[in-house]
């Protein structure tokens, strides 16, 4: 072992402030306090590995305890400089809280905090990866960092700054330091290759930059590791850099990707197992690829000219993706980039890695030719899936839709003409005629009841279907019945009382049944949920069907009853013949605007205030008209 060699991101650690690579914020920041000597007592440097952020901490040390200082240029040459470039631990100390993490370690600084220092000014404490020390530690240090003593700097360094208590933090300046950008690496990579005559082409410097993540330790140990191939006849390229590495070259992958972009599963089986013959790794050739197909993506959606910035790619390289990629979909690529990223995570599970590498070709191969297919299967399965728009009757009054009704909505309607028997009474003088749709009162008090309950019964089915929630739903019609339901008030007895308490108490259902009120009257209604109780029959029997504005006091003529005795029309080939023969005459009691001796027959003529209360009758029209749509006469 030669101990004269340095590596080389040691032997080119800056010394300065001004040798720090980017940073610029944290320089200026930094050589303003110390010109304004505004020295704070505590600093947090925060960011990724290889950023600079323990190089900045010793800079910033040799600047306050220089013997020519405080100042932004430390010679270097003096005692306390050398000594903090040899990482003497005189009067600045460094610490690794990773093997010194415990509070007795804390507890070991706090004692020598009050020692004075030696030969310096400052007595400056560097905590490495500060974010490794136990809560324990951390708090026996609160107080320390708050008020240290006169002389005394802590300067905390972390790459996890979100494990690192609230309480430092806030006691600290902190300075988070950026990436190193692509071209700074690259510029001073270029500047250590020529001092120490490394024969190596830019773009290879260019690619080295590319893969450190924006960390300058990274990218000069890897041009140390690539300075053992240096030669003077050949200089070190991209591809030895691969080689180096592992990593695929730009041929390789582009081969693989035209392969699978035709769907030619042997021939991309093919390359792939020269590939792995290669010696390269399953979860690196599929990472490589991954990154390749990245650059495919960007070249696809932004176009060669622009994308030439973004991936940092030569100009051969974009032509050739370019050209690949011109038979080939954004969304294909987008599915390639997601299975490649599925199998990485399998590959790394598994324990026969080959096998999935090959399934994984295998399954790229094949979706990019059925992808459009694949596309079409998932908008069929949420088609199929998804459920139809539920309609809500917003009155009380509406009927559910009815299969005539239904079968309206999914074809044409056919306008209905009825045949014209011979015997029809000749045309009458046209009479205006009253409302048809009138609220009729000749019913006995029995068929009364009836017809409310069964409106009872109505309402409370459409009650039900506007309940959201399904299990509400399910619940309250077996645990619950109607005893009044109109639009001054809605009162529903529970049967059981646990559940009674759960509807009452329970802020989810109440309110969904309350929704479901408002919506089926279009209003708020007043909602009560209670026990059963012995009137609950009458109250039912006495249900209300007219509307709020109704009186009782004032009550309309008898009119003549309505039949509805015909079954409703299932569909319109169904419908039956209307007989318009006229009807047998009705006894006249005070009709108004009607010609005298007129029968109810044709639709033109008037209709009587009253008749006879047992008789129900009405024009064929009406009849029509009303089993057609299901209607009814209400009040």
């Known amino acids: 072992m030669n101990k004269n060699y340095i590596p080389l991101y040691r032997k080119y650690r800056p010394q300065s402030i001004e040798q720090i690579v980017g940073q610029s914020h944290i320089k200026k920041a930094l050589s303003n306090a110390i010109e304004m000597n505004r020295i704070s007592h505590a600093y947090l440097f925060t960011g990724p590995r290889g950023t600079g952020k323990t190089s900045t901490a010793r ?9 020519n200082g405080p100042t932004i240029s430390p010679c270097n040459e003096c005692e306390n400089c050398k000594n903090i470039t040899n990482s003497i631990p005189i009067d600045v100390i460094e610490i690794d809280a990773a093997s010194n993490r415990s509070v007795n370690d804390a507890d070991e600084i706090i004692q020598k905090v009050a020692l004075a220092p030696v030969h310096s000014r400052y007595k400056i404490y560097i905590i490495d990866e500060v974010h490794m020390l136990t809560p324990q530690a951390f708090n ?32 600290c300046q902190r300075f988070d330091f950026k990436q190193i950008t692509t071209d700074d690496i690259a510029k001073h990579l270029r500047y250590i290759s020529d001092k120490e005559d490394i024969n190596i082409t830019d773009e290879a410097l260019l690619y080295i930059a590319q893969n450190s993540a924006g960390g300058m330790r990274d990218s000069i140990a890897l041009l140390d590791q690539l300075s053992v191939l240096n030669s003077k006849n050949e200089a070190i390229n991209v591809d030895d850099i691969n080689k180096l590495l592992g990593r695929l070259s730009f041929g390789l992958l582009n081969s693989l990707f035209e392969k699978i972009e035709n769907s030619d599963q042997n021939g991309a089986l093919g390359i792939l ?27 696809k959606s932004t176009g060669e000219n622009s994308a030439g910035s973004i991936i940092q790619l030569n100009d051969s390289e974009i032509s050739a993706i370019s050209k690949s990629s011109s038979n080939i979909e ?15 995570k399998e590959l790394k599970l598994t324990s026969n890695p080959k096998l999935w590498l090959d399934i994984a070709i295998l399954d790229m191969a094949n979706l990019t030719q059925n992808s459009k297919l694949e596309d079409l299967q998932k908008r069929l399965s949420i088609l199929e899936t998804s459920e139809a728009p539920r309609i809500v009757n917003v009155s009380a009054y509406n009927t559910p839709p009815s299969p005539v009704m239904k079968q309206q909505s999914s074809k044409p309607v056919q306008k209905i003409e009825p045949a014209k028997p011979e015997n029809i009474v000749p045309e ?5 005629e009253p409302p048809l749709m009138q609220p009729v009162e000749t019913e006995p008090e029995a068929a009364k009841q009836s017809a409310n309950t069964a409106n009872l019964n109505s309402l409370w089915e459409k009650l039900l279907s506007n309940i959201s929630s399904i299990p509400t739903r399910a619940i309250l019609s077996q645990q619950g019945y109607p005893i009044i ?22 802020d989810s259902y109440n309110k969904s049944i309350q929704n479901a009120v408002n919506a089926l009257f279009g209003i708020d209604v007043k909602l009560t949920l209670r026990a059963p109780q012995a009137g609950d029959s009458k109250l039912q029997k006495e249900q209300k069907t007219s509307t709020p504005d109704d009186s009782e006091d004032e009550k309309p003529a008898p009119k003549p009853a309505l039949n509805f005795s015909k079954p409703p029309i ?41 008749v006879n209360p047992e008789s129900s009758f009405h024009s064929d029209n009406v009849n029509m008209v009303m089993d057609l749509f299901e209607g009814k006469f209400i009040e």
Do not use: M
């Open 59 to 67: 800079i910033f040390a040799k600047s306050l305890n220089c013997e």
């Open 140 to 171: 026996a240090l609160l107080k320390t960092l708050e008020e240290p003593p006169e002389n005394v700097i802590f300067i905390l360094a972390t790459t996890e700054v979100h494990k690192v208590l609230d309480t430092i933090k806030s006691r």
């Open 273 to 299: 197992n020269d590939i792995y013959n290669q010696g390269n790794e399953p979860v690196q050739i599929l990472s490589n690829f991954l990154e390749y197909l990245r650059n495919v993506l960007i070249i």
């Open 330 to 344: 954004v969304h294909q690529i987008v599915s390639l980039i997601d299975k490649c990223s599925s199998y990485i």
């Open 428 to 432: 009458q003088p046209q009479v205006q």
């Open 485 to 506: 339901i109109n639009q001054e008030e809605v009162i529903i007895a529970i049967k059981s009382d646990s559940w009674l308490k759960k509807f009452t108490q329970g």
């Open 570 to 610: 299932e569909s319109y080939e169904d419908e039956p013949e209307y007989d318009l023969a006229p009807e047998p005459e009705v006894e006249e009691q005070g009709i108004e605007n009607s010609a005298p001796d007129s029968k109810l027959g044709s639709a033109n003529e008037a209709i009587p205030k009253s």
